[in-house]
């Protein structure tokens, strides 16, 4: 099996699942020579999905979901164009029509917009994400109101996304429509991927497609990094905020002919600065030091379509008290210390082609390689992992009958695990062969119809994977979405939970199934215009329902954290409203409000999920001048009170802090101020502003190596205010 995995790697060398975007060029001739149009607007027949083109006249748009494959671009001042796409990429020549009178016709991409897609897909774009510092992709939802991001780890101070109230491993994390953070990159697999290198982020709540497979269960998160043929020649940015955390990212990008496109993209992340604000001890941040590099490739030519990347990278993060002697590699019996060391390496790609023919059809293949070795210590206990990942998809698609899309495809998966810590050994070899199929139904472009179910095979048991997505378009501006599908997954309980490691808790693994669930829910999205303004009102209901999951359980024994199948039924409710309005042409605002109730159910005693807020509302306000060199943005987020775990008595006994059955309800402030010139940009930022901060989070920090010592009691910020500054240089 491993020989027919290798092999068949090689044979798809740079793959795609299938033509899901066009690039294109628009031009126009003068003398004889081409000369790029910028700003020229391209976009689907009666649709609202729509790109522009940049200084070199490129453009990138999505073809997902797109049935009439005509193409609309327009500039004013130029005769339109209507094409018919049978390619990937194409170019575009476009005339002076000397007879228009002035008439301006504006287009602007939203910072954040919902697609038109029939799976409602929430759109961010490098305008949004430049709204804050954005390091890296767990620093990216900060304007989001879907995304909520939490802390695993008060020591280490780990990561993870929540989507519909539930863990990150429920929500399906992409690069690209590849899984490369899975396993045991889940843990830290938020840093590894560099704002910078970030184009887009796709987030899309429920089952979504079968294509991508069965783990999107809550949600899926699709990361579209930078497009080399229409990035900058050069770009450069900095960051440093006042604890001495720097960071470098430096891209070139080059155009090689026609057809041939690369990209280098370098990362330098760096914290090394003590410091223990609330005296327990134990540094605040870990020390951390992340370095990475990606080289993409894409070639597009006559209906073929391939990108390749190679990602390598090392992180070293260290942690614990502040007289420990941080530069030993081994522990110390005096002073309380963790340390990992992270390599990593991730080949990937996609290839596609569209077969020239009357009728639109493509093929492609998408793979992916990853490597992921770690080692360290937490305190006393030395810790190894290994983690070996093989993926590759293949996918046919077609139109036929009338008004239908087909997608017919398979994929497999292998994955290696091998963990241990302490004494404690944990394997797992996975491989999970599959088939899927879906339709898509277009109806007069009022209704779309996804319908889909995949098969996959795993450990000797076959799992049947259903899913319907349904789109109504009540007026051009207001649509209906609905969807229902079930899901599955294997759980990495360490990867997952990774303040067991710190703490001195005896750690109990039963015999774990799959985690299984459904998920159905509706939206309504509405577009208007008051006051000539442009607006949008939203409301989500979304519940998941597991028949199985896996539930650490803290509170049986205090001294333990056992892992173990779900007994009885578990729920996590979702109700999200939002709106947004230009409130002037220069200032947006934003209001989200979110009601999340997870919870477990065994006979008639419900159990709410600890540290969930039931309650939260996110506030953005966004300023840009009119001449666009001066933005600002301000964001208010409200978070209500979180149930929290029961303790040994031994803490409520001998610790200074006041423990309660509930948290307290906080807000948090964050603000930047961006200048912008030719080739610069300049931004100064505060996030936190009051300084709101959960003091007590290690338990037992005066006696570390006591059985009490925990790290995974976090319900609010460990980082007070903090003051950062940075620059953006872009060569076009």
Same mark, same amino acid.
């Given at each position: 099996?491993?020989?027919?995995?290798?092999?068949?790697?090689?044979?798809?060398?740079?793959?795609?699942?299938?033509?899901?975007?066009?690039?294109?060029?628009?031009?126009?001739?003068?003398?004889?020579?081409?000369?790029?149009?910028?700003?020229?607007?391209?976009?689907?027949?009666?649709?609202?999905?729509? #790109?522009?083109?940049?200084?070199?006249?490129?453009?990138?748009?999505?073809?997902?979901?797109?049935?009439?494959?005509?193409?609309?671009?327009?500039?004013?001042?130029?005769?339109? +164009?209507?094409?018919?796409?049978?390619?990937?990429?194409?170019?575009?020549?476009?005339?002076?029509?000397?007879?228009?009178?002035?008439?301006?016709?504006?287009?602007?991409?939203?910072?954040?917009?919902?697609?038109?897609? &029939?799976?409602?897909?929430?759109?961010?774009?490098?305008?949004?994400?430049?709204?804050?510092?954005?390091?890296?992709?767990?620093?990216?939802?900060?304007?989001?109101?879907?995304?909520?991001?939490?802390?695993?780890? #008060?020591?280490?101070?780990?990561?993870?996304?929540?989507?519909?109230?539930?863990?990150?491993?429920?929500?399906?994390? $992409?690069?690209?429509?590849?899984?490369?953070?899975?396993? !045991?990159?889940?843990?830290?697999?938020?840093?590894?991927?560099? *704002?910078?290198?970030?184009?887009?982020?796709?987030?899309?709540?429920?089952?979504?497609?079968?294509?991508?497979?069965?783990?999107?269960?809550?949600? !899926?998160?699709?990361?579209?990094?930078?497009?080399? &043929?229409?990035?900058?020649?050069?770009?450069?940015?900095?960051?440093?905020?006042?604890?001495?955390?720097?960071? $470098?990212?430096?891209?070139?990008?080059?155009?090689? *002919?026609?057809?041939?496109?690369?990209?280098?993209?370098?990362?330098? +992340? %760096?914290?090394?600065?003590?410091?223990?604000?609330?005296? @327990?001890?134990?540094?605040?941040?870990?020390?951390?030091?992340?370095?990475?590099?990606?080289?993409?490739?894409?070639?597009?030519?006559?209906?073929?379509?391939?990108?390749?990347?190679?990602?390598?990278?090392?992180?070293?993060?260290?942690?614990?008290?502040?007289?420990?002697?941080?530069?030993?590699?081994?522990?110390?019996?005096?002073?309380?210390?963790?340390?990992?060391?992270?390599?990593?390496?991730?080949?990937?790609?996609?290839?596609?082609?569209?077969?020239?023919?009357?009728? /639109?059809?493509?093929?492609?293949?998408?793979?992916?390689?990853?490597?992921?070795?770690?080692?360290?210590?937490?305190?006393?206990?030395?810790?190894?992992?290994?983690?070996?990942?093989?993926?590759?998809?293949?996918?046919?698609?077609?139109?036929?009958?009338?008004?239908?899309?087909?997608?017919?495809?398979?994929?497999?998966?292998?994955?290696?695990?091998?963990?241990?810590?302490?004494?404690?050994?944990?394997?797992?070899?996975?491989?999970?062969?599959?088939?899927?199929?879906?339709?898509?139904?277009?109806?007069?472009?009022?209704?779309?119809?996804?319908?889909?179910?995949?098969? @996959?095979?795993?450990?000797?048991?076959?799992?049947?994977?259903?899913?319907?997505?349904?789109?109504?378009?009540?007026?051009?501006?207001?649509?209906?979405?609905?969807?229902?599908?079930?899901?599955?997954?294997?759980?990495?309980?360490?990867?997952?939970?990774?303040?067991?490691?710190?703490?001195?808790?005896?750690?109990?693994? *039963?015999?774990?199934?799959?985690?299984?669930?459904?998920?159905?829910?509706?939206?309504?999205? %509405?577009?208007?215009?008051?006051?000539?303004?442009?607006?949008?009102?939203?409301?989500?209901?979304?519940? &998941?329902?597991?028949?199985?999951?896996?539930?650490?359980?803290?509170?049986?024994?205090?001294?333990?954290?056992?892992?173990?199948?779900?007994?009885?039924?578990? =729920?996590?409710?979702?109700?999200?409203?939002?709106?947004?309005?230009?409130?002037?042409?220069?200032?947006?605002?934003?209001?989200?409000?979110?009601?999340?109730?997870? =919870?477990?159910?065994?006979?008639?005693?419900?159990?709410?999920?600890?540290?969930?807020?039931? %309650?939260?509302?996110?506030?953005?306000?966004?300023?840009?001048?009119?001449?666009?060199?001066?933005?600002?943005?301000?964001?208010?987020?409200?978070?209500?009170?979180?149930?929290?775990?029961?303790? @040994?008595?031994?803490?409520? #006994?001998?610790?200074?802090?006041?423990?309660?059955?509930?948290?307290?309800?906080?807000?948090?402030?964050?603000?930047?101020?961006?200048?912008?010139?030719?080739?610069?940009?300049?931004?100064?930022?505060?996030?936190?502003?009051? +300084?709101?901060?959960?003091?007590? %989070?290690?338990?037992?920090?005066?006696?570390?190596?006591?059985?009490?010592?925990?790290?995974? /009691?976090?319900?609010?910020?460990?980082?007070?205010?903090?003051?950062?500054?940075?620059?953006?240089?872009?060569?076009?």
């Amino acid at each position: 099996m491993k020989r027919f995995i290798f092999i068949l790697s090689i044979l798809f060398q740079g793959i795609l699942l299938q033509a899901q975007s066009i690039s294109g060029n628009v031009f126009e001739r003068i003398d004889g020579k081409k000369i790029p149009i910028e700003g020229a607007v391209a976009s689907w027949i009666g649709t609202t999905q729509a #790109a522009s083109s940049n200084s070199n006249g490129n453009f990138k748009l999505t073809a997902t979901g797109i049935t009439d494959k005509r193409l609309v671009v327009t500039f004013v001042g130029y005769t339109p +164009d209507t094409l018919t796409i049978t390619t990937n990429a194409i170019k575009v020549e476009l005339k002076a029509n000397n007879t228009l009178k002035t008439v301006e016709v504006p287009w602007e991409r939203e910072a954040t917009m919902i697609s038109a897609r &029939t799976l409602k897909t929430e759109i961010i774009g490098d305008k949004e994400l430049k709204k804050a510092a954005c390091c890296n992709l767990g620093e990216s939802f900060t304007t989001n109101a879907t995304v909520d991001i939490s802390v695993k780890d #008060a020591v280490f101070g780990s990561k993870e996304i929540q989507v519909l109230g539930l863990a990150g491993a429920y929500t399906q994390l $992409l690069t690209e429509n590849t899984p490369l953070i899975t396993g !045991l990159g889940q843990t830290y697999g938020l840093n590894y991927i560099p *704002g910078t290198q970030i184009s887009t982020i796709n987030i899309v709540k429920g089952p979504g497609s079968v294509i991508f497979g069965p783990e999107s269960m809550s949600g !899926l998160i699709d990361v579209e990094l930078k497009d080399p &043929t229409i990035s900058d020649k050069w770009f450069v940015n900095g960051y440093f905020d006042e604890f001495a955390r720097k960071e $470098l990212n430096v891209d070139k990008a080059w155009k090689l *002919g026609d057809s041939w496109s690369t990209l280098v993209s370098t990362h330098v +992340d %760096h914290y090394a600065q003590a410091s223990d604000r609330n005296r @327990d001890k134990f540094i605040d941040m870990p020390f951390l030091t992340t370095l990475s590099a990606l080289n993409k490739w894409k070639y597009s030519s006559r209906g073929l379509f391939s990108q390749n990347s190679v990602k390598v990278l090392r992180e070293e993060r260290a942690a614990g008290q502040g007289d420990f002697d941080f530069t030993r590699n081994d522990a110390d019996i005096f002073a309380y210390g963790q340390k990992l060391k992270t390599n990593r390496i991730e080949v990937y790609g996609r290839t596609g082609y569209v077969i020239p023919t009357a009728r /639109y059809q493509s093929i492609g293949v998408l793979y992916s390689l990853v490597t992921h070795e770690q080692d360290g210590f937490y305190g006393l206990r030395s810790y190894t992992g290994t983690d070996r990942s093989a993926y590759i998809r293949a996918l046919y698609n077609t139109e036929w009958a009338q008004n239908n899309s087909l997608n017919i495809g398979v994929s497999f998966r292998a994955q290696q695990i091998a963990e241990r810590y302490d004494t404690l050994t944990i394997s797992k070899n996975e491989q999970m062969p599959g088939a899927f199929i879906e339709n898509t139904y277009t109806l007069k472009s009022k209704v779309t119809l996804i319908t889909g179910i995949r098969a @996959d095979k795993l450990n000797d048991q076959t799992f049947i994977t259903p899913r319907a997505n349904i789109k109504y378009s009540i007026t051009e501006f207001t649509a209906v979405r609905g969807s229902i599908g079930s899901g599955f997954r294997t759980s990495n309980v360490l990867a997952e939970n990774p303040a067991i490691l710190s703490s001195n808790k005896k750690i109990v693994i *039963g015999k774990l199934a799959p985690e299984q669930s459904l998920n159905y829910g509706v939206n309504l999205v %509405h577009e208007f215009k008051l006051d000539y303004r442009k607006g949008s009102f939203g409301v989500d209901v979304y519940r &998941t329902v597991f028949s199985n999951k896996i539930i650490p359980d803290y509170e049986t024994d205090f001294q333990a954290v056992i892992f173990k199948n779900l007994i009885g039924k578990s =729920y996590a409710d979702n109700i999200q409203i939002e709106a947004a309005w230009k409130v002037l042409k220069q200032i947006e605002l934003k209001l989200a409000y979110k009601y999340l109730d997870v =919870y477990t159910l065994l006979g008639d005693t419900k159990t709410r999920q600890p540290y969930i807020a039931k %309650h939260r509302t996110l506030s953005t306000l966004f300023y840009e001048s009119l001449n666009r060199k001066w933005s600002a943005n301000f964001v208010w987020q409200w978070l209500g009170e979180k149930r929290l775990p029961k303790l @040994d008595p031994y803490h409520t #006994a001998h610790e200074k802090a006041k423990f309660s059955d509930f948290s307290m309800s906080y807000s948090q402030f964050n603000t930047q101020l961006t200048r912008k010139f030719k080739k610069w940009e300049f931004y100064v930022g505060m996030e936190n502003i009051f +300084d709101f901060r959960q003091t007590t %989070h290690v338990l037992s920090a005066d006696n570390p190596y006591s059985r009490y010592f925990d790290t995974s /009691y976090v319900w609010g910020p460990l980082d007070g205010r903090k003051i950062y500054t940075g620059f953006r240089y872009a060569l076009k």
